[in-house]
């Protein structure tokens, strides 16, 4: 009884402990890569505003675990995710990525000119609920969304800059 009643409280304590450290994870976590392209803003935002160019560029919409995929000029749709296009003006894109069973996440480009060369920063920005599990969770992130993020806007960079 004395054993039983010893590992329940190592557990609450062990829970508490962990509890009490995710605290110290911000409730919001930002991934955001950048690169600068030699071509102009006006060619860069026509790419990243159009979802249906988004197929030659964004490794993130090539996956082949993707079923029914659909490109339209304001969204993107799968089995597994939607793309949708909430707002675009001269130097910014704001998406939503629905994930089927799963969360919203908000995600955005940003461009700026800067001695004729355009820097493009792509982001998601998630929010995150109280529980320890999806706090410690979120150190991933970086992880698994910075290659494939780094990767797209290189291949975004090749397009635009072959391009007359």
């Known amino acids: 009884m004395r054993i039983v009643k ?15 450290l995710s605290l110290l994870i911000p409730s ?12 102009p803003a006006d060619s860069v935002m026509a790419q990243i505003r159009d979802l249906r160019t988004w197929k030659n560029w964004n490794e ?29 003006s001269k130097d910014s894109v704001i998406t939503d990525w629905h994930q089927t069973g799963g969360r919203d996440i908000h995600s955005g480009f940003a461009t700026m000119t800067m001695s004729g ?7 998601f920005d998630f929010k995150l609920r109280w529980y320890p599990w999806e706090k410690i ?3 991933i992130f970086d992880k698994q969304l910075g290659p494939p993020m780094e990767k797209s806007l290189g291949n975004l960079k090749k397009i635009l800059e072959k391009q007359p």
């Not at 919001?28 to 071509?39: C, E, K, L, W, Y």
């Not at 995929?69 to 597994?80: C, I, K, R, T």
């Open 6 to 20: 010893l590992a329940l409280i190592s557990a609450v304590v062990i829970f508490g402990v962990i509890f009490l």
């Open 28 to 39: 919001q976590v930002r991934v955001s890569r950048a690169i600068n392209i030699d071509a």
């Open 60 to 88: 993130m919409m090539n996956n082949a675990q993707y079923t029914n995929v659909a490109y339209g000029e304001n969204d993107f749709s799968s089995d597994q995710v939607k793309v949708e296009l909430l707002r675009a």
């Open 117 to 123: 060369v355009t820097v493009v920063q792509w982001y």
């Open 137 to 139: 969770g979120s150190i």
